[in-house]
């Protein structure tokens, strides 16, 4: 006598055995009138969930799930977004050119100021990438953590922001000549539409300005905060509201033993 | 590119038939394919792995329904007169109502057996393939099945002597 198992039957039922296996478990079935009772049961039960949503399979598919044309209005988007950055490169040239003929002798461009504007900058080019839009994956969370914490001199946290619903990507390290360490961290994160969300962090030796600030950009917002130890500028399109409550999320898990500035002042 | 996007649209009649049957409803089904679609085509080249394209695109599926479902139970259920599926023409051997009854017992599945049972018996996917998409082991798929089959049994009142249980 064979040995048939539940599993072996199942296996059978569902069409995964090879031809001997399945001929055995018919020749078992024969002398076993029950089982193949039952067997026969649970046979009408999968042709019956068949029955139920098969033939979704042979319905027209709306336009709205054609690939092609989620791919171009993809790209589309993309495409917008690479305008506004050239429009934003443009406006922040006439900026700096307009602030440098104007400039009063004794007064320089706020640090803080060049700070958001890189974090923008760095946003608008980065978030448009696919294959290249992070240095090193987000599944790599304890790499960047040392790797970050050690380049720019001050220990950093990967803030976990799923309950936001955003997923992280990744991060890089980026070049911040206008600050003492020279040296800025990006992380970026994606929600489940994508659209993408950077974290732009420095160390905040040196830099003195207000401890928050909040700057339209495009159809990008900025908010920016201080901390005795890092700057951080949170770039994307959410709304400011959304970025004030992603910026306590992300202030609390970033530095973790600092305490967090008043956003509530904004 | 072109290829990628010709494969992608190959898959979409059967992404909206297991989203169907999830949700059994067409609307949020719908949605479901299309923030599917979208999230591949964001993420070609980034996050597909080099293998066949069904099982990746059934793992994000899988994925943003769960999702889904967990915002859904936060902010409380959704009763939708929609939700009863069109029965449509049964086979000879299936009534309407018993039809009516087995959608019902589906939904009423704990949400991983549903998964699995749509997966294996609508989809016809390998148990291994299954158990790949659910990042699950083999045994852990089987009973959930062997489970999800029984409780259908049960709730359709066809079990009045569960032989397989004792079959060794």
Not at chain 1, 115 to 141: C, P, W
Not at chain 2, 68 to 96: F, I, K, M, N, V
Not at chain 2, 112 to 133: H, N, R
Not at chain 2, 147 to 164: K, M, V, Y
């Amino acid at each position: 006598m064979m040995d048939v198992t539940r599993d072996t039957l199942m296996a059978y039922l569902d069409g995964q055995l090879d031809g001997d296996a399945s001929a055995a478990v018919d020749a078992w079935l024969a002398d076993n009138p029950d089982a193949a009772i039952e067997l026969a049961q649970l046979q009408r039960q999968n042709e019956a969930i068949n029955t139920l949503f098969g033939p979704v399979a042979s319905e027209p598919v709306p336009p709205r799930l054609n690939p092609h044309r989620l791919a171009l209005a993809q790209s589309r988007r993309r495409w917008q977004g690479a305008a506004r950055a050239a429009m934003i490169v443009g406006v922040l040239g006439i900026g700096i050119a307009a602030g440098w003929l104007l400039r009063p002798v004794t007064d320089t461009p706020a640090l803080h100021n060049r700070l958001i504007a890189d974090a923008v900058s760095a946003h608008t080019v980065f978030v448009a990438e696919n294959r290249h839009a992070v240095e090193v994956a987000g599944t790599e969370t304890d790499h960047l953590t040392s790797w970050l914490s050690n380049r720019l001199g001050t220990g950093l946290a990967m803030p976990d922001l799923a309950t936001a619903g955003l997923s992280f990507l990744g991060g890089r390290l980026l070049p911040a000549p206008a600050i003492p360490g020279g040296r800025a961290a990006q992380l970026m994160y994606e929600d489940s539409a994508g659209e993408r969300v950077t974290l732009y962090i420095t160390p905040s030796a040196g830099i003195d300005g207000p401890n928050l600030e909040l700057v339209r950009l495009g159809s990008d917002n900025a908010l920016y905060w201080a901390s005795a130890t890092i700057t951080c500028t949170i770039v994307g399109p959410q709304s400011a509201e959304t970025l004030q409550a992603l910026a306590d999320s992300v202030f609390a898990q970033l530095t973790p033993a600092a305490t967090a500035p008043a956003y509530r002042e904004l | 590119m072109v290829d990628f996007l010709d494969e992608l649209e190959a898959c979409v009649p059967a992404l909206r038939r297991y989203a169907r049957a999830l949700t059994r409803n067409i609307d949020h089904a719908d949605d479901l394919v299309q923030d599917c679609l979208e999230r591949a085509i964001s993420r070609r080249g980034l996050f597909r792995p080099s293998g066949p394209m069904r099982p990746w695109l059934f793992t994000i599926l899988v994925n943003l329904h769960r999702n889904a479902r967990r915002s859904e139970q936060r902010r409380g259920p959704h009763l939708d007169a929609d939700s009863l599926p069109d029965l449509g023409t049964p086979a000879p051997q299936h009534s309407h109502l018993a039809l009516a009854e087995l959608s019902r017992a589906i939904d009423g599945l704990p949400l991983e057996q549903k998964e699995t049972l749509l997966l294996v018996t609508l989809e016809g996917m390998a148990y291994a393939e299954a158990a790949s998409i659910l990042d699950i082991p083999l045994g852990t798929l089987m009973s959930r099945l062997g489970r999800a089959r029984a409780n259908l049994r049960l709730s359709t009142g066809e079990a009045q002597e569960p032989h397989l249980r004792s079959v060794k």
